[in-house]
């Protein structure tokens, strides 16, 4: 069966300083990767998505940028973090194709002080 | 920019009661669409997905599509205090790129 791993659960950074936040998904190949982010009371804004290594499609302008340097691994990174990155970040895998869901992680909840 | 609109609420109902939740997407192409379940501090999990004009069932849950009018509905049956959460709606964009859209969410409470 497939696993998606996501850690930390909980950060508190401070302001300017950078981040990495790791996703590793098992038990499959080749998946869909997301980032998402949910601010507080709010939907699920996509941050980024991946469709296989090297390959990182930007959803929204910001100072966060993603990579995939393995098949299963997704990493969201911030070279300086801002008061307004403050959320829940979500990492999502999907199969590739039209009809396919997305499955989560338990997510990292980030709070920029 | 395609959206995914939902109310929400928080929508209200008594222990089972029926609750239905709703749903409109702009992307006229889309193909496959999803409802997730979120309880307070958790990532949200999948409870149902849809693709055909029609009706799905599973369980209490139906699902519920009408691609001309660009709607999706879940509606749950002896709804349940369990049942408390926040639904989202999710459609995955027709462009075939992976890209899997969410609304705001729809806050339920079950009242026993």
């Known amino acids: 069966s497939q696993t998606i791993h996501q850690w930390p659960a909980t950060l508190v950074q401070p302001v300017g300083s950078p981040l990495s936040l790791e996703c590793t998904v098992e038990?499959?190949?080749?998946?869909?990767l997301y980032w998402y982010r949910q601010a507080a009371g709010r939907g699920l804004q996509l941050l980024f998505y991946?469709?296989?290594?090297?390959?990182i499609s930007s959803e929204v302008p910001q100072n966060l940028s993603a990579s995939r340097p393995q098949d299963r691994q997704f990493i969201l990174s911030s070279k300086k973090l801002l008061l307004s990155d403050s959320g829940f970040y979500l990492c999502?895998?999907?199969?590739?194709?039209?009809?396919?869901?997305?499955?989560f992680g338990q997510g990292t909840r980030l709070t920029v002080v | 920019q395609k959206e995914v609109e939902q109310n929400s609420g928080p929508l209200s109902v008594p222990e089972g009661a029926i609750a239905s939740l709703n749903c409109t997407y702009s992307?006229?192409?889309?193909?496959?669409f999803f409802w997730y379940r979120q309880y307070s501090g958790k990532s949200p999990e999948l409870i149902m997905s849809?693709?055909?004009?029609g009706d799905k069932e599973d369980g209490r849950f139906t699902a519920q599509l009408n691609k001309a009018s660009q709607y999706v509905s879940l509606l749950i049956r002896d709804s349940q205090p369990s049942d408390s959460a926040t639904y989202l709606c999710?459609?995955?964009?027709?462009?075939?790129?992976?890209?899997?859209?969410f609304g705001q969410g729809t806050t339920l409470q079950v009242k026993p």
């Open positions: 999502a895998w999907g199969r590739g194709g039209w009809n396919t869901e997305a499955f």
């Open positions: 038990g499959t190949s080749n998946p869909n």
């Open positions: 991946s469709v296989g290594i090297g390959q």
């Open positions: 992307d006229r192409g889309s193909q496959s």
């Open positions: 849809i693709y055909s004009n």
């Open positions: 999710a459609v995955k964009e027709s462009s075939n790129t992976g890209k899997l859209i």
